[in-house]
């Protein structure tokens, strides 16, 4: 043996032992690690989480049943549209506290910006599971086959990416007639190709590397090697875009609802809420402003947490 | 040679003139067997048109002042056919010249100095056009327009109190009901028909979606037009019995079904998709009724309901054209309406007897069965007269909105050149015939008049391009006096033809004018029973 080799091989060794002794981190708990370690992350999280509470408890929170007309079932009458009542900023303690105000149809708007939580994650979550569900599916077959199955699938989706996307779900919406199912669809149809070329894109580098090779040459069969070898390895990205997804879903959802096509009424569906006062935004400002602040702090809240969940994800980006 | 060609051609040319003269226009039917109450119309004179009529029409004046029956030349019709640029570009008599329709965005009309009556004081007419409330009163606040028309309810008490605006209430007798189509079930069951009116709280729509002033409806016709609630007044709330009878009618979970309305404000419903919302909280609590709300486009809503193809609920209106019962009851309730689905001779009989009876007094009792046959039968429920309003700026002299038709501009006096009108949303044509949208009509007429108009402050019938239509004994003929010296926009001259020949095109099928803008000429169609030949 040189005396390179004793070197290397030292080395090596005092390597090996480093390693053994080292506790086996997993890659979620190191990324939630980073996540945390950055404010934007952070801040997402704790909001993702608070959003969660309030829809798991809102029967508890919500002071009234959010479709309750409480025409003649308060003490004092009720004005249509009344502005907010706080018995802590000095309103008068006869009058029942009605914190967000009163909608057009003398219904408690808290209680439906709270029972609106609800509807907005499901739609969030349903609309980009279906999006990766389909779209991982697709972009997977077209990479790990390639050839005509390649060809027709990304075509199909470049078809799709063609359109303005929330041109095409109101177009989609249209022909299936309105409804938040249909609305939940249509969205998830526009977002899908986003998925499915991401996977394909990452199906193709992970295909070529020696560990997928290494299986083929131990005789993996096809699926074997697409669901245990190259898809668990190709997800990161897609994880990333799942989160700012949902955000975007959230959003055309909201979108969808406000033009009438989405959640249907009485549904308490933030974009409903804010489509059927939309005219009242400077007589009765507290319709507009609540739906429009719930919408707004709901998708902040899962962009950060996907910002943050990119940064640390990248294996460039190290601390 | 030359001498004798000239000879020639001025006789030939005196003859012609003198043939157009004297053969009077006219137009008539066959016979009556076709069901309209329209024989003839006839220029019995140069400046004198009669009106012979099948059967009495003692309505007579009151429709004639009615806008699709405006005049224009007779020239122009035959020029155009009355389509093609008739559509965008009306020939009238009246106070203002239209100028321009820039589509999208305005109309602009230019002061016609050779108008009969008052003239105008200012030069312009501007009109503009938005769909939603808010957006009309934040033009009217910062001056960009003179008046708008419909302001929301929410809005009265902010423009009352405001010392740059008028608040002008508008005083059209009007109607909200909410329909059924007794074509599908369950609506068939007149049980289930009567349930729906027990089980429907009007008094809680009115006072807490409605403005103030508005009423509760105890007929269909509002109070204020002679004969309109003759008869009982309508149910009262009552859930329990509803709740019975619904049972008794073998739902006694209720059912699901739909309300169907259109996103279009009306003075007889001011916020509908809220209203609607209203309705199906009510159905479902009172009820057990379970019904989705469904909002269709404008045009496509009306098509659908007046030809009774709407499966579940709708929620529609009237406002009066005229001040007569017979155009909210007969336009309704007639034989040839599909609306409510099954048309009932127990309605249609008496109101075909009844519109045929000048004396107010003499009809009552027929008007008081009709009445009370709808309450029977439910063909739909009414629930509201709905108040409404317009607003203008303070410095607008005579700002007015009239009981029946737009207001008249020429009276109005803004103090500057140039006067900007905002509605709800821009015409469909500017050929008023063949129009029933009131954002045309009330574009129209700017520019055209009819034989006779509305007052600026209540339905009494006014002269306009005849100085009067006076009737025989039994109301079956109408003679109507032209008033001489009348001018069109295009320098031609009113006379007799230009009346029968703007009446043949709507009302006579058969005519070479007949065309318009859908070629159905409903209100010709609707206020005459039918269109002839």
């Known amino acids: 043996m040189s005396k390179l080799g004793k070197v290397s091989k030292n080395l090596s060794d005092n390597l090996d032992e480093e390693l053994l002794l080292q506790k086996p981190v997993s890659v979620w708990k190191r990324t939630i ?31 009234y049943d959010p479709q309750e007309v409480l025409i003649g079932k308060e003490v004092v009458k009720l004005k249509k549209r009344e502005a907010p009542c706080i018995h802590v900023f000095g309103c008068d303690k006869v009058k029942p506290q009605h914190i967000m105000g009163i909608d057009g149809n003398y219904r408690d708007q808290f209680s439906r910006i709270i029972y609106g939580s609800r509807i907005s994650l499901s739609i969030g979550f349903s609309t980009v599971s279906f999006a990766v569900v389909g779209g991982v599916l697709l972009g997977a077959l077209a990479a790990f086959f390639g050839g005509w199955i390649d060809n027709i699938i990304m075509r199909m989706m470049d078809v799709i990416l063609g359109f303005p996307s929330l041109l095409l779900a109101i177009a989609i919406v249209a022909v299936l007639g309105p409804g938040i199912r249909n609305a939940l669809l249509a969205i998830a149809i526009v977002t899908l190709p986003a998925y499915a070329r991401l996977t394909r894109a990452s ?23 697409l669901l245990f070898r190259i898809l668990p390895n190709s997800l990161t990205p897609i994880v990333v875009l799942a989160t700012l997804g949902i955000a975007t879903a959230i959003l055309d959802a909201a979108g969808l609802s406000f033009l009438g096509l989405g959640a249907q009424p009485p549904t308490p569906e933030w974009g409903t809420m804010l489509g059927s006062e939309r005219n009242q935004v400077f007589s009765a400002p507290h319709l507009v402003f609540f739906p429009g602040i719930a919408i707004m702090i709901t998708v902040l809240a899962f962009n950060l947490f996907g910002d943050g969940l990119r940064d640390a994800l990248d294996p460039r980006l190290n601390d | ?61 009151a429709k004639a002042a009615f806008t699709p029956f405006s005049i224009q030349p007779k020239e122009y019709l035959d020029s155009t056919g009355g389509g093609g640029s008739i559509l965008e570009n009306p020939i009238g008599t009246g106070p203002w010249k239209l100028e321009k329709w820039n589509r999208g965005d305005s109309i602009i009309y230019t002061r016609f100095d050779d108008y009969w009556g008052k003239k105008p004081s200012f030069e312009k007419l501007v009109v503009r056009w938005a769909a939603d409330g808010a957006g009309r009163l934040i033009e009217l606040r910062s001056g960009t327009v003179d008046q708008i028309t419909n302001l929301s309810p929410d809005d009265f008490d902010s423009v009352k109190s405001d010392s740059n605006l008028t608040f002008i209430p508008v005083a059209n007798p009007n109607t909200l009901y909410l329909a059924m189509t007794s074509t599908f079930k369950p609506f068939d069951d007149p049980r289930v028909r009567k349930a729906i009116a027990l089980g429907i709280d009007r008094s809680r729509i009115v006072d807490n979606y409605f403005p103030l002033g508005s009423e509760v409806a105890s007929h269909f016709t509002p109070c204020s037009i002679a004969n309109g609630c003759a008869g009982d007044s309508w149910y009262d709330f009552d859930p329990d019995a509803a709740k019975a009878l619904l049972a008794e009618a073998g739902f006694p979970d209720g059912f699901k079904s739909k309300i169907y309305y259109r996103d279009v404000f009306r003075g007889y419903l001011p916020e509908p998709g809220i209203v609607a919302v209203e309705f199906q909280s009510q159905l479902k609590d009172n009820l057990g009724i379970d019904v989705e709300v469904v909002v269709m486009e404008s045009g496509e809503f009306i098509d659908e309901s007046t030809n009774g193809r709407l499966d579940g609920f709708y929620l529609l209106g ?30 249609y009989g008496l109101l075909e007897v009844a519109s045929t009876i000048a004396n107010e007094d003499t009809a009552r009792p027929l008007y008081t069965a009709a009445n009370n046959a709808i309450k029977r039968i439910v063909p739909m429920v009414p629930i509201a007269h709905g108040a409404s309003a317009s607003a203008a700026l303070n410095t607008v002299k005579n700002a007015h909105f009239r009981p029946f038709g737009a207001p008249l501009f020429h009276h109005t006096d803004p103090g500057k050149d140039t006067f900007v009108f905002m509605q709800n949303a821009e015409p469909i044509s500017m050929y008023c015939a063949d129009e029933t949208d009131g954002e045309s009509l009330s574009v129209c007429q700017q520019v055209v008049e009819p034989l006779l108009g509305y007052a600026i402050d209540s339905g009494n019938i006014e002269s306009r391009l005849a100085t009067d239509c006076t009737g025989n004994s039994d109301a079956t003929v ?40 859908t070629g159905a000429f409903e209100y010709y169609s609707y206020l005459f029973d039918g269109l002839m030949n």
């Not at chain 1, 040459?217 to 090697?225: I, K």
């Not at chain 2, 030939?12 to 003139?17: A, E, M, N, P, Y």
């Not at chain 2, 320098?491 to 070479?512: M, P, T, Y």
């Open chain 1, 203 to 225: 199906v193709l580098t992970v295909k070529e590397l020696d560990y997928v090779k290494a299986s083929l040459a131990l005789g993996a069969s096809p699926t074997r090697l």
């Open chain 2, 318 to 347: 009237w406002g009066a054209d005229y001040p007569h019962v017979t155009n909210f009851l007969d336009f309704h309730f007639s034989a040839s309406n599909p609306q409510y689905g099954d048309v009932h001779e127990d309605i």
């Open chain 2, 478 to 517: 109408w003679t109507c006096q032209i008033r001489s010296g009348v001018k069109f926009h295009d320098g031609s001259s009113l006379d007799a033809n230009d009346v029968v020949a703007s009446w043949a095109a709507g009302i006579d099928q058969s005519n070479k004018n007949h065309k318009g803008n």
């Open chain 1, 33 to 63: 690690k980073r996540l945390l370690s950055k404010r934007s992350g952070k801040i997402g999280l704790l909001l993702i989480c608070v959003i969660f509470v309030i829809a798991i408890a809102a029967p508890i929170i919500a002071p």
């Open chain 2, 1 to 61: 040679m030359i001498n004798k060609k000239l000879a020639l051609g001025l006789i030939s040319s005196i003859f012609l003139l003198a043939s157009s003269v004297s053969a009077g226009e006219s137009v008539s039917a066959k016979d009556c067997s076709y069901g309209g109450k329209v024989k003839s119309i006839e220029a019995t004179g140069d400046l004198e048109v009669t009106f012979t009529m099948c059967k009495p029409d003692p309505a007579f004046r």
